[in-house]
């Protein structure tokens, strides 16, 4: 008997991090900024990681960076992506100087490199949840 | 700065049963590797004093209860499978300040027996904990599985900034390989060669199966006391020389450089604190969960540049018979690997020192390091150990 596939996880909304998922429903990029000391930073946080301040405020990024590292497994890491292998997993150094674990699309594995010049793209993973990749940048 | 050299000595050590140990509990292979370590040094249940433990969920009181003992000083610090080497600094410290005089550090989990019977295996999962914070940007949603997807991503820049390649990783492993052949309890000794390494399955580019460490049942005890003490017993003490440890992050995202670890800061701290430098190394045993965590250590700890890793392991230099023994337990890649490493590292320096190495016994071995590295490359904690 075929099985539907498995759902993929989603990510889990909070308070801190609401304006966040509802950035990338916007398709856009947010993170945030100290308005303290000026830096910026990710994962979001209510109080600035670089001085503690809760005075801080969410800035649309350019949605551009590079691949930091990357992985390409050929084993799922959770059933749900049983289908997909093989599959990478990258993290993404923004212009802004943070980074996040994403997904380079629109690339084959075997092109990407580290320091590829990468932009955001969305897509749409629940009706309520759009999760960011990253395409290579032409 | 205080310093902590020949402040407390390691007097017992032990393993459990390892490998596949059916229908055995955590608790069961702490208890037996304990009873190892005190048969080992010579001394009583009823001499410990103080407990040090770690797992992946769990209290230290359940340990406490289960092998009744009551200490006077406790430390369940958990950073990943460095935990029991910092352990050990961490109870030298408080037997040089008076708070306790007899220490036991010990561990157990069962990934194999555990996977089998459905139940808690004490360790080698995920790090749990909840999904506020940085956990909720895992890399989960992207189907990021567990640490070789993590420590893949630290080869592969590696492989990118310095040219490390797949055959160099190899070489790692199989002079890993080597030294497992000489040791008896190891549970891997078939030989290996490089192509078999680059041959066997990819399981997250660019590390393969055999760059990857073996997932088995396995418990361990440490037993560090005070110099008085030690020098009173059956086997003659191996003295912690220098101890430094360090962390930097949880997810590997936010490591600051990711092939750069925290082993550069405790190793520094251990060998100040010693007073020594490299070349008074005769052996290195550190935590080797991928054939990357072993070349990063050897460039952190200060044996090679960073970016010379990948040629320092050239002509099986590490294995048995080179001039720079690493692993000689057959480590985590060949011998054995619980979830958790970071004791076994201490096991075999001590034996190392005490001459009771066998095979596979490093040649007038007078000063060994035991560096474990836990986490996603999170947390290093560098323990120098000598012998009189």
């Known amino acids: ?94 212009d802004e100087g943070v980074r996040m674990m994403s997904q380079i699309t629109d690339c084959k594995n075997e092109d990407i490199k580290c320091d590829m010049p990468v932009e955001v793209v969305f897509k749409d993973a629940s009706p309520e949840i759009a999760l960011p990749y990253f395409r290579p940048v032409a | 700065m205080g310093s902590l050299t020949r402040k407390a000595a390691i007097v017992g050590v032990a393993e459990s049963d390892i490998g596949s140990t059916p229908g055995k509990s955590p608790m069961e292979l702490m208890a037996q590797a304990a009873k190892r370590a005190l048969d080992d040094a010579g001394l009583k249940k009823e001499d410990i004093d103080g407990l040090c433990w770690a797992a992946f969920g769990g209290s230290i009181l359940d340990v406490g209860e289960y092998l009744q003992i009551m200490p006077k000083w406790c430390d369940s610090t958990q950073y990943g499978g460095s935990s029991f080497d910092a352990h050990v600094g961490h109870a030298a410290a408080a037997i040089a300040a008076g708070l306790c005089e007899t220490v036991l550090v010990v561990m157990g989990t069962t990934n194999v027996a555990g996977r089998e019977l459905n139940v808690p295996r004490g360790g080698g999962g995920g790090a749990g904990g909840g999904e506020r914070g940085g956990a909720a940007f895992s890399g989960r949603v992207y189907g990021l599985g567990g640490p070789v997807t993590n420590y893949s991503m630290a080869a592969t820049r590696h492989m990118h900034l310095y040219g490390t390649t797949s055959e160099q990783l190899a070489e790692i492993a199989v002079a890993t390989r080597k030294w497992a052949m000489l040791n008896p309890k190891a549970l891997m000794r078939k030989p290996i060669t490089v192509q078999d390494v680059l041959n066997s399955p990819m399981i997250s580019y660019p590390l393969h199966l055999l760059d990857c460490c073996l997932i088995t049942d396995a418990g361990g005890a440490v037993i560090v006391t005070t ?162």
């Open chain 1, 1 to 94: 008997m075929q099985s539907r596939p498995l759902p993929k996880p989603l990510p889990f909304v909070y308070p801190e991090n609401k304006p966040f998922w509802d950035g990338t429903k916007r398709h856009e990029l947010v993170i945030q900024r100290c308005k303290d000391c000026g830096k910026f930073y990710f994962y979001p946080r209510t109080a600035c990681p670089h001085c503690l301040s809760e005075n801080t405020e969410w800035v649309k990024t350019s949605g551009k960076g590079k691949v930091y590292s990357f992985t390409i497994c050929v084993r799922p890491g959770s059933p749900a992506f049983a289908g997909d292998v093989p599959y990478n997993v990258a993290i993404i150094e923004l």
């Open chain 2, 227 to 388: 110099p008085e003490r030690a020098r009173n017993l059956k086997k003659k003490p191996v003295w912690i020389l220098g101890f430094g440890e360090h962390f930097t992050h949880n997810a590997i995202t936010y490591m600051p450089d990711i092939t750069v670890t925290p082993a550069v800061e405790s190793g520094n701290a251990a060998f100040k604190m010693a007073g020594l430098t490299r070349k008074d190394i005769d052996f290195v045993q550190t935590y080797d969960s991928f054939t990357i965590t072993t070349l990063l250590a050897l460039e952190d700890l200060g044996f090679c540049k960073k970016g010379e890793g990948g040629a320092f392991f050239a002509n099986q230099r590490t294995a048995p018979g080179g001039d720079f023994p690493v692993n000689t337990s057959g480590g985590g890649l060949s011998y054995t690997h619980p979830g958790m490493f970071g004791i076994f590292l201490l096991i075999e320096a001590a034996r190392q020192l005490r001459g009771e190495c066998g095979e596979r016994q490093v040649e007038d071995a007078k000063v060994g390091i035991a560096n474990g590295m836990g986490g996603l490359l999170s947390s290093a904690a560098t323990v120098i150990l000598g012998r009189d």
